[in-house]
């Protein structure tokens, strides 16, 4: 089928699952949105496979789209909402564990007739979500009236300070109550250390780690749908603008929809890298970007912007121009990135 397609090697894949849940306390698999580019229900199943007791969905939706293949406890990570009736019918599901946010969110679950299964947030310096350092021991008497099952604390991915700051609010919030400790973002030995140090338990959740921290164990690839040679001066695109040259405008399968030309949110440097670019008056400041796409060995330049399922490439004359049919390598961060089709094989094959 034409598109674009991740191929991976189940085997590889495994054996990293099995690594990151070795070397991980009590892992909590996060298994939200798009599934991390492999589909939610195809990572339940794989949950199901590993014989993990919890696994973490982002929205009240995605449980039910993980039942039926997982079979365990499922921690809802967006916030309770009370004006949401899903998120209200699902505390009374005993294998759903809800995620509070904020203190008057949890005197009315403490208020209602049932006891839902709780995980109380506490806000970091990401300021996310969550009740603040000073909050805690209010949160505290509430607890009674619900089934606490610990803090949820989730940290920023920037390095420094942190695991001062886990400690700091993870110490705030066992001082109001003791409970399990749920953290993101923390490296294991961190986690574990300061189980230990906290006496109580600890589960670490994870998902980027856990499903794409083995970027050499997939590729991702796109069909070539087109081949059309051109020569200098020509027109091509929606935009009828003048090739850089003679060469072949190369129709590859993979547009916006897929998240072609989609960018992760950038840092400060790479916008001071943008701008450099504009002052310089590079190619990408000229209205032409690098595409995600290799023909013939190199990342090729967009022809103009992806459409929707497909982009036009320009190849310069010179190289060696694909078949119809081709599969090429595509660079897609599959966090953001909506595959045609996901494939698991043997590296043995
Ligand atoms: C999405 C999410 C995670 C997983 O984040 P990764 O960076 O993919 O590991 C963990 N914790 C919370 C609260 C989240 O929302």
Not at 111 to 130: I, K, N
Request: neutral net charge; proline residues 6%.
């Amino acid at each position: 089928m034409a598109g674009v397609t991740v191929r991976l090697d189940e085997e590889r894949w495994q054996a990293h699952l099995a690594t990151v849940l070795g070397d991980t306390p009590a892992v909590v698999p996060v298994v939200k949105g798009h599934g991390y580019g492999f589909g939610l229900v195809r990572l339940a199943a794989e949950c199901r496979r590993l014989g993990v007791g919890t696994i973490a969905v982002g929205l009240p939706s995605e449980v039910g789209v993980v039942h039926g293949t997982f079979e365990g406890d499922v921690v809802i990570l967006q916030p309770y909402d009370p004006a949401d009736g899903l998120a209200r019918t699902l505390t009374a599901a005993p294998h759903v564990l809800t995620t509070v946010s904020r203190l008057d969110d949890l005197r009315g679950l403490a208020a209602g007739d049932g006891r839902p299964r709780v995980l109380v947030e506490v806000q970091t310096s990401m300021r996310r979500h969550g009740l603040r350092p000073d909050e805690l021991a209010q949160a505290a008497p509430l607890l009674d009236d619900v089934v606490f099952e610990g803090w949820s604390i989730h940290l920023p991915m920037r390095e420094e300070g942190r695991r001062e700051e886990a400690e700091r609010l993870a110490r705030t919030a066992v001082q109001a109550r003791l409970g399990p400790l749920w953290l993101s973002h923390l490296p294991a030995a961190q986690v574990r250390a300061l189980g230990e140090e906290l006496g109580v338990d600890v589960r670490a959740r994870v998902g980027t780690r856990l499903w794409l921290g083995d970027a050499k164990g997939r590729t991702v690839t796109a069909t070539v749908l087109d081949v059309h040679p051109v020569r200098r001066g020509e027109r091509a695109g929606y935009r009828g603008r003048v090739v850089p040259g003679a060469g072949w405008v190369v129709v590859v399968a993979g547009g916006t929809s897929h998240g072609v030309g989609l960018e992760a949110p950038t840092s400060a440097t790479t916008w001071r890298q943008r701008a450099t670019a504009l002052a310089t008056g590079s190619l990408g400041a000229a209205g032409r970007a690098l595409s995600p796409f290799t023909l013939d060995g190199r990342k090729r330049w967009f022809l103009e912007p992806p459409h929707m399922q497909s982009s036009q490439v320009f190849l310069p004359a010179g190289a060696t121009p694909p078949a119809v049919g081709d599969e090429v390598p595509v660079e897609l961060r599959l966090t953001i990135a909506t595959l045609d089709a996901v494939i698991m094989g043997s590296s043995k094959n």
